[in-house]
């Protein structure tokens, strides 16, 4: 059971720096709106609007 909480533990880290590796390079590309258009669920459509997501 500890191991799994442990697991659990450091699967939550990892996936928190993967979301911030990922946003950082939104950030830092020069079209960060196409670049985050990509990053969006396609499920979604082109109904969903950027500013929601920029919020986020």
Known sequence: MEATREFLAE???L???H???LF???LNHP???EYLRKL???RLGDGYP???V???
């Open 31 to 33: 079209d960060s709106d």
């Open 19 to 21: 979301l911030l590796n």
């Open 24 to 26: 950082e390079e939104v």
């Open 15 to 17: 996936t928190n720096v």
């Open 11 to 13: 699967l939550k880290v």
């Open 50 to 52: 950027l500013d929601s």
């Open 54 to 56: 920029w919020k986020v």
């Open 40 to 42: 969006v669920d396609p």
